[in-house]
Nanobody, 124 residues
């Protein structure tokens, strides 16, 4: 089992940057692919991106590609979401999640463990 604790987030101006962190408990962090999702007010939760177990492969949604970067440090049991050139439409609660499924998972159902969520608000 994996327990995920998120940090970072807050208020940022459009065009600015923010980094979210997600720390995992346990000694099997490297056996999980990690994903980031977000949920804006009144909308369904959506896929942001995912990173492979070794950190060599990342996949992003079209809405954040080129602006957001996911990385991980398996020695620290932590995954990061670096958000650059943020836009007001990036405002949402952001969640990290862990998946033991094979392949690159974009669906919520493939992630068994979730962080508590952290609010990101981008002002125009």
């Amino acid at each position: 089992q994996v327990h995920l604790v998120q940090s970072g987030g807050g208020l940022v101006q459009a065009g600015g940057s923010l980094r979210l962190s997600c720390a995992a408990s346990g000694r099997t962090f490297s056996s999980y692919a990690m994903g980031w999702f977000r949920q804006a007010p009144g909308k369904e939760r959506e896929f942001v991106g995912t990173i492979s177990r070794g950190g060599l492969t990342t996949i992003y949604s079209d809405s954040v590609k080129g602006r957001f970067t996911i990385s991980r440090d398996n020695a620290k049991n932590t995954v990061y979401l670096q958000m650059n050139s943020v836009k007001p439409e990036d405002t949402a609660v952001y969640y990290c999640a862990a998946s033991s499924a094979t392949g690159y998972q974009k669906k919520e159902g493939e992630y068994a463990y979730w962080g508590q969520g952290t609010q990101v608000t981008v002002s125009s």
